[in-house]
């Protein structure tokens, strides 16, 4: 199994980014998939979620500023990072979850004030 996660970098306070996961190894489908960060000092925590049917889920924080998506048929999925604030610099985690739990390797998202 493995989840590659790409789309990081440096950007503004106010500027956005898209995160992408391509996922293999697993019935895509079937999964949850989901977004955690880590910021330097901080324990990880859970950004976006999807589920198989795409109901979707967001941490308050990111609420109406981050969109998560997915594509089936590539065995992908997104996150749309909107008015990005220094605070959600961090290393963002793509996760896969069904009855066994699998994580990317993470890309490093920095917002500069």
């Known amino acids: 199994v493995q989840l590659q996660a790409s789309g990081g970098g440096l950007v503004q306070a106010g500027g956005s980014l898209r995160l992408s996961c391509a996922a293999s190894?697993?019935?895509?489908?079937?999964?949850?998939m989901n977004w955690y960060r880590q910021a330097p000092g901080k324990q990880r925590e859970l950004v976006a979620a999807i589920t198989s049917g795409g109901n979707t889920n967001y941490a308050d924080s990111v609420k109406g500023r981050f969109t998560i998506s997915r594509d089936n048929a590539k065995n992908r999925v997104y996150l749309q990072m909107n008015s990005l604030k220094p605070e959600d610099t961090a290393v963002y985690y793509c996760?896969?979850?069904?009855?066994?739990?699998?994580w990317g390797q993470g890309t490093l998202v920095t917002v500069s004030s």
């Open positions: 996760n896969a979850i069904r009855i066994a739990n699998y």
């Open positions: 190894g697993i019935t895509f489908n079937m999964y949850t």
